[in-house]
């Protein structure tokens, strides 16, 4: 199993692990900066992630815009492609998941 990251480096690991695993076209660099009350948005190459939210919601962030990356033109609505892609990512993502799955001490009880 691999080595658990700290909590400030999930979000690196999953977009290194996104990067290998379901490529988008060209280079993507995610960055981490405050948005203020939006969770992210991206353009081609490009995805920012508001730094002052959770991490589990910067991951969650981070696998919905990676699913923009995925279709080739940027649309602002949500078509049936990117929702297939969106679920291709999704499945990547839980793969992630469980690589890094930590065990909850309640189920030892």
């Keep these: 199993m691999p080595k658990t990251p700290e909590t400030k ?3 690196r690991s999953l977009a290194r692990f996104l990067r290998r ?3 988008a076209r060209g ?3 995610v960055r981490r900066v405050n948005l203020g009350k ?3 948005d991206s353009v081609p190459g490009m995805i920012w992630l508001n730094a ?3 991490v589990s919601s910067q991951c969650d962030t981070l ?5 923009h990356q995925l279709v080739p033109v940027r649309r ?3 078509t049936r ?12 993502f839980l793969e992630w998941l469980a690589a890094y799955r930590i065990d909850d001490p309640r189920e030892e009880e």
């Design 21 to 23: 695993s379901i490529p």
């Design 52 to 54: 002052r939210a959770s």
């Design 63 to 67: 696998v919905h815009e990676w699913a």
């Design 9 to 11: 480096n999930y979000v």
């Design 76 to 78: 602002v609505e949500h």
């Design 38 to 40: 939006h969770y992210g």
């Design 27 to 29: 280079h993507v660099r």
């Design 81 to 92: 492609e990117f929702w297939i892609a969106q679920g291709k990512v999704y499945q990547q």
